[in-house]
């Protein structure tokens, strides 16, 4: 067969035009391949599924039922609240004992006792959070450490032995401290890198106006760090939110509820009630709730790529 | 650039490789049984290894392989690997989740091998577990036994006092005398844990009966715990929960788990529990000084009739090779073996009379507890046992948190329970 | 004004000194914990010393077939994931790094977006996946699935370390005859060691600590990993203390290891992951 040069020349010229593309997704499609078959193709059966009731037998149709259903459904407002109320109040600690830390040892020390004491401080974020629950749960129980300490130092009376994850007033609080307790040390080490790149300059240059150190902290530190603070809030925030492992570890969800996040209820609604079309319209609420999020995260984090 | 393409695909047919390299299935031996129980975490591997063992001995044809996982999340993981089509071939199951597993399509019906079996085969296993679903049977014992009171005769005898409790209201005197909250000591363990749902069998259906209530009408398929009986056992169990305080903080999530480890520890004095409580309080702590009576009594006696049962799976490799061992284990010489070397209550009528066991005094108390009337078995006839156990747990929960009334609590659990039961009339 | 100084000097390190010591103190308390009798771990008030010392439960652990596969395990799966997200992920950051082509954008935009994904979404159909494939109960399963998780995270990671290295060296390779594969090889990646280190602990630890995925995919005990084998030390009939945090202090050992030894590059993975420019 005769070679066609206009083709040729064609199949040249589509080469040189898209040199960089091809060269490009030649590294590219691997990961391509392997984050479109097992991201996003779940994504759409996750979707798909939320319309559908789906029993260990059969699947059927029923449109928005799940949806409706959902949002009839008191408990699913309640866990939401919870979920809200947990992460709130996991970042806002975290942010609050973060800095802190971060600060103290940002502050004129011995070198080697800041990456000593750095260093013991991050233990907890390299435990697993099972590992982590484990050892509150623990020390939580009925006749535990925690009651001990407390009724040495007066704050309980001897004859009550508090259930601190067993009572549900306190089941949340638990599992939150747990989780606080777990994941300071990430924005401590985040903070502390975001000090060290504010120029010493800016403070040098305070020194000689004789600024308080309180308006050194309002005027340079906080700005200086706004990003980094907004970054790991928002990053935290996301990462809080959709926790499994403290929740089921800790305390199952319960007693009745009073823990239950989403993560876990859609886990119970899926592998223990079988009722996945329900759980996949839980599923595909709370993606929607993180995606307005991580929106906000997507677009800081692609203005910064450039 | 062609180069580096060629590479890139060349390694990463590599790593497909190299991970399906671990995914090909083991070939598989002869003839194997495998068997899912929960047993080894109580019982522990020794004694597992003996059965094991023993079996072999007799079947040289068969290896017989334990899969064991703890009991709480027994049931959901057994649907699961249902789903997966990874069901063992023999699975163990408790009495409130044959009729859900047989519906769900898991379990063999056995009656075509029972047909072939000699008579006596059947006839020394206690009435019980004669009871069909659907009309077929799906499962044999190996153990039984119904609900009894454990009491700590240390506690007992420093309370100054005599013996346990016969009555209701003798029980709540004893509850009263022996709670001591600065010694951490209390009566009871109040166990209305959600997951898994199986403290109904020690706190509330026993009442239920005792009261003179009952739970399913046998002619008109309904709900009946709601009547005035029903209400004053809730009321009564509830009363010694938030107004006398004689249980364990934590009612809400305590669970056969922490009732037994407490009971262990010494923490406190009496507990519910069936026959398997013995063995189990041999591995917690055995040098606890213990004694087992007959549940006091209300307006009647009453009691819960549970058991262990053997099932074979529709997923079975060898149906018949799975069969043998269920027969083997529920049979004279299994169930003696069992009993013997777990110290279970035996599951059958020939094994119970021999005299080794008569001479076994802590278990007169479950014979006696038989004897009695209203010692009774409804799990293996409702439908989802699992759910009802847990609308009930959930409707108590709420009368102990004073959300609602006993008779509301009840009413609604009712209405719940006549649903499941009409959905499969 | 000196005096001042030195009191807020001693203020400060006194300070770090609580702080650490109330922050490790669940820590100490698994310490401790793990090397008591069983009878002595829920005792109120409680001893701080162990009254006996003994290290039973280690020796439990370690003489447990069991227990020690679920070491294999984890190794296995936490090495093989990051070998793969490695690989695969500076693939993928190299070209993110080196070209300008149409789409680039749309692929940063997504591969951030995945890391924002609710975990618990994917459970579902991973199952009916799994299941599907025949994976059900296998550690594959597992592997492949911590992988799409921890590969974008690799892949941003790299991209901004690779970027700030210059073209030149690798086009002076290309210039000295080799491929480019060749001269990535030799002058991109021997550069780029702290970023590799970084985003492999930092995968290591995310698939070493994974729980979810390890509940819902596998089953058998010969197939379990370490979360998963401590959890259901929980859910047995007795829990067993002192074993379950023996097992747990032997399960963090190696992380906190390896984060002693390579610390620098830990917290460097740990910065630059989250802001990923």
Redesign the interface.
């Known amino acids: 067969m005769e070679q066609d040069p206009r083709r040729h020349e064609v199949a040249r010229s589509f080469r040189r035009r898209y040199r960089q593309e091809l060269q490009a997704y030649g590294f590219l499609w691997p990961a391509l391949l392997i984050l479109g078959v097992l991201m996003v193709y779940p994504l759409l059966q996750v979707m798909r599924m939320s319309f559908y009731e789906v029993t260990l037998q059969k699947e059927t149709w029923v449109g928005l039922d799940n949806y409706a259903q959902l949002l009839r459904t008191s408990l699913f407002w309640r866990v939401l609240w919870q979920t809200i109320l947990f992460t709130a109040g996991s970042v806002s600690l975290h942010l609050v004992i973060g800095l802190g830390l971060a600060l103290l040892l940002h502050a004129k020390i011995n070198i080697r006792f800041r990456n000593l004491m750095r260093g013991m401080l991050i233990i907890p974020w390299l435990l697993a959070p099972t590992v982590a629950g484990m050892i509150w749960v623990l020390m939580l129980a009925p006749f535990g450490v925690a009651n001990g300490l407390l009724i040495s130092l007066g704050v309980l009376d001897l004859s009550v032995t508090f259930n601190w994850l067993g009572n549900p007033d306190t089941s949340l609080l638990s599992v939150t401290a747990m989780n606080v307790w777990r994941a300071f040390p990430f924005f401590m080490v985040m903070l502390l890198a975001g000090l060290q790149a504010i120029p010493d300059e800016l403070y040098e240059a305070a020194d000689i106006d004789g600024t308080t150190p309180l308006a050194k902290f309002w005027y340079i530190t906080l700005p200086g760090l706004r990003g980094v603070i907004a970054t790991v809030v928002l990053l935290d925030s996301i990462w809080t939110f959709r926790a499994f492992d403290p929740v089921y570890v800790m305390t199952g969800g319960g007693p009745m509820n009073s823990s239950e996040v989403l993560a876990t209820a859609i886990y119970f609604d899926a592998f223990q009630k079988f009722k996945f079309g329900y759980a996949s319209a839980e599923a595909m609420v709370m993606f929607l709730i993180l995606f307005v999020v991580s929106a906000v995260y997507v677009r800081r984090a692609v203005r910064d790529i450039g | 650039m062609h180069r580096s393409l060629t590479n890139v695909v060349r390694n990463c047919a590599l790593c497909v490789l190299a991970l399906a390299a671990f995914t090909s299935p083991a070939a598989s031996a002869a003839t194997e049984v495998r068997w899912a129980q929960w047993k080894t975490t109580e019982v522990g591997e020794k004694t597992m290894a003996e059965l094991k063992a023993a079996f072999e001995k007799e079947n040289p044809d068969i290896t017989l392989t334990l899969v064991d996982s703890p009991f709480t999340g027994f049931h959901d993981k057994a649907v699961v690997l249902f789903q997966a089509k990874k069901l063992p071939d023999v699975l163990l199951v408790q009495v409130d989740w044959v009729a859900e597993f047989a519906d769900l399509g898991m379990l063999e019906p056995l009656d075509n091998w029972i047909a072939k079996e000699p008579k006596s085969f059947m006839d020394n296993i206690p009435v019980t577990f004669h009871q069909k679903w659907r009309g077929k049977q799906y499962y044999l014992p190996i153990e039984s036994g119904a609900v009894a009171l454990f009491y700590n005769t240390e506690i007992f005898k420093n309370a100054g006092i005599a013996g346990p409790p016969k009555t209701w209201d003798e029980y709540v005197e004893v509850a009263k005398k022996v709670t001591n909250p600065e010694k951490k000591i209390f009566a009871t363990t109040a166990t209305l844990q959600g997951e898994p749902p199986t403290n109904m069998t020690y706190d509330i259906y026993p009442l239920i009966l005792q009261a003179g209530g009952n739970l399913i009408d046998e002619k008109t398929n309904k709900a009946v715990f709601n009547s005035p009986a029903g209400v004053k056992a809730i009321e009564r169990y509830v009363t010694l929960v938030n107004k006398d305080k004689v249980a364990v903080p934590g009612v809400l999530s305590n669970g056969e788990k922490e009732k037994r480890a407490n009971f262990a520890a010494g923490n406190v004095a009496m507990m519910f529990e069936g026959p398997w409580g013995i063995a189990i309080q041999k591995q917690l702590n055995p040098n606890l000084k213990y004694d087992i009576a007959t549940l006091p009594a209300g307006a009647t006696t009453g009691t819960m009739v549970r058991g262990s049962l053997n099932t074979v799976t529709t997923q079975a490799q060898d149906k018949e090779a799975a069969w043998k061992f269920v027969r083997w284990l529920s049979g004279p010489t299994g169930i003696e073996l069992w009993s013997k070397s777990t110290g279970a209550f035996p599951a059958r009528r020939d094994v119970a009379e021999q005299s080794w066991f008569k001479e076994k005094k802590l278990f007169q108390a479950f014979s006696q507890q038989m004897q009695l009337p209203n010692a009774r078995s409804p799990f293996l006839g409702m439908p989802n046992a699992v759910q009802m156990n847990k609308i009930m747990t959930t409707e108590v929960q709420n009368v102990v948190q004073e959300k609602k009334s006993a008779k509301q609590a009840l009413d609604d659990a009712a209405a719940e329970w006549n649903k499941i039961l009409g959905a499969t009339k | 004004m000196r005096a001042r100084r030195r009191a807020a000097?001693v203020a400060?390190?006194a300070?770090?000194?609580a702080?650490?010591i109330i922050?490790?103190f669940?820590?100490a308390?698994?310490l401790t914990?793990s090397v008591r009798p069983n009878?002595e771990?829920?005792?109120?008030?409680?001893d701080w010393i162990p009254a006996i010392f003994t290290v039973e439960a280690y020796s439990k652990v370690l003489r447990s077939s069991r227990y020690l596969k679920t070491f294999v395990n984890t190794y296995f799966v936490a090495l093989?994931v990051t070998l793969?997200s490695l690989?695969?992920?500076a693939?993928?950051a190299?070209?993110?790094a080196?070209?300008?082509?149409?789409?680039?954008?749309a692929?940063?935009?997504?591969?951030?977006?995945?890391q924002?994904?609710?975990?618990?979404?994917?459970?579902?159909?991973?199952?009916?996946?799994v299941?599907t494939l025949?994976?059900?109960?296998?550690?594959?399963s597992l592997?492949?699935?911590y992988?799409?998780f921890t590969?974008?995270f690799c892949?941003l990671m790299l991209r901004s370390y690779f970027a700030q290295i210059p073209k030149d060296m690798e086009e002076a390779a290309m210039v000295d005859g080799c491929?480019?594969?060749g001269a990535i090889l030799r002058t991109l990646l021997p550069l780029s060691y702290p970023a590799l280190i970084g985003a492999g602990l930092y995968t290591f630890?995310l698939a070493?600590?994974e729980?979810?995925f390890a509940?819902?995919l596998i089953?058998?005990?010969d197939k379990r990993v370490?979360?998963?084998a401590?959890?259901?030390l929980?859910?047995?009939?007795?829990?067993d203390?002192n074993t379950?945090?023996a097992f747990?202090v032997l399960?963090?050992a190696p992380?906190?290891i390896a984060?002693?030894f390579l610390?620098r590059y830990m917290?460097r993975g740990?910065?630059a992951g989250?802001?990923?420019?």
């Not at chain 3, 692929?107 to 995945?114: A, E, S």
């Not at chain 3, 924002?116 to 996946?129: A, D, K, N, S, T």
């Not at chain 3, 989250?274 to 420019?277: F, G, M, Q, R, V």
Request: net charge positive; glycine share 4%; hydrophobic share 60%.
């Open positions: 000097h400060i390190y300070t770090l000194v702080a650490t922050m490790l669940p820590v308390w698994m914990v009878v771990v829920m005792k109120i008030p409680p093989a793969v690989g695969i992920g693939m993928a190299y070209a993110l080196r070209f300008r082509f149409r789409g680039q954008r692929v940063l935009i997504f591969l951030i977006t995945t924002m994904f609710p975990l618990v979404l994917l459970c579902i159909p991973y199952f009916q996946v299941v025949g994976l059900y109960d296998t550690l594959t592997i492949i699935v992988v799409t590969l974008p892949i491929s480019r594969v630890l070493w600590n729980f979810l509940v819902v089953e058998a005990w370490l979360t998963t401590i959890y259901s929980l859910a047995e009939f007795v829990t203390w379950m945090m747990s399960a963090s992380l906190v984060f002693i610390q917290v740990m910065t989250a802001i990923t420019s």
